[in-house]
């Protein structure tokens, strides 16, 4: 069964300060794996988008990491700031043959609370 | 360019009504999910129209819960009728398409928040 776990379930730091968040899968075949920033009330954004062959991706202050062979994501978040308050969601897609399901596999999130 | 618009935006009913969220996907795009999210939970798919056909609606619960996109544009979910369970977030999301490694990045509306009395 495809999984896609997160840690840590929540995690509060001090505004300036940087973070990583995890995310470990077990989803076969591979295909990509999205990492999107929920705010309270709204629906998910993609921050980034990245396939076997890329091990880095950055957005601004958020650089992704991916290690295909261990099956494991991070999200960094340097030199927080208020609105980096959020919920972090790690989404991975299983491969197939086009025109298909996505076979998407969502994480339940990091609750991110970004202190004054 | 306009995003995914969802009505309404909140709902309280009470348990065994029956209620409709409508969804209208980015101009344009031809793959729309609705997905149901609990609260401290990541979304869950209940269903995706690639146009106006179905791809994969195996996780919604189809005794009571129901989803139309007749012209591959605009979507409905009904729910009838609704349990307590059933309390979430209900979103949509569209993309252009669902193929390809970098392809089918999701763009989600703001919601529907239910609540089942």
């Known amino acids: 069964k495809n999984q896609v776990e997160q840690s840590p379930q929540s995690l509060i730091i001090l505004e300036g300060k940087n973070c990583t968040l995890q995310c470990n899968y077990t989803v076969s075949p591979f295909s990509n794996l999205r990492w999107y920033k929920q705010d309270t009330g709204r629906g998910p954004v993609s921050l980034t988008i990245?396939?076997?062959?890329?091990n880095t991706k950055s957005n601004g202050r958020y650089t992704a990491t991916l290690d295909a062979d261990t099956k494991q994501s991070s999200l960094h978040i340097t030199a927080s700031q208020l609105s980096d308050s959020a919920s972090y969601i790690c989404v991975v897609s299983a491969g197939h043959s086009g025109g298909g399901a996505d076979g998407l596999t969502f994480g339940k999130g990091t609750h991110l609370i970004i202190q004054p | 360019e306009a995003g995914v618009a969802q009505s309404p935006r909140y709902k309280i009913i009470e348990k065994r009504q029956s209620v409709a969220f409508w969804c209208n996907p980015i101009?344009?795009?031809?793959?729309l999910y609705w997905y149901q999210q609990i609260l401290g939970q990541g979304p869950k798919l209940l269903i995706q129209?690639?146009?106006?056909?179905?791809?994969?609606d195996s996780q919604l619960p189809k005794d009571r819960f129901s989803a139309e996109r007749l012209k591959g544009v605009d979507s409905t979910l009904k729910i009838q009728p609704a349990k307590l369970e059933d309390s979430a977030v209900y979103l949509c999301a569209s993309s252009l398409g669902s193929t390809g490694p970098h392809g089918g990045t999701q763009y989600f509306g703001p919601g529907t928040r239910l609540l089942v009395l």
């Open positions: 101009s344009g795009h031809a793959t």
């Open positions: 990245m396939t076997f062959s890329e």
């Open positions: 129209f690639q146009n106006n056909g179905v791809v994969d």
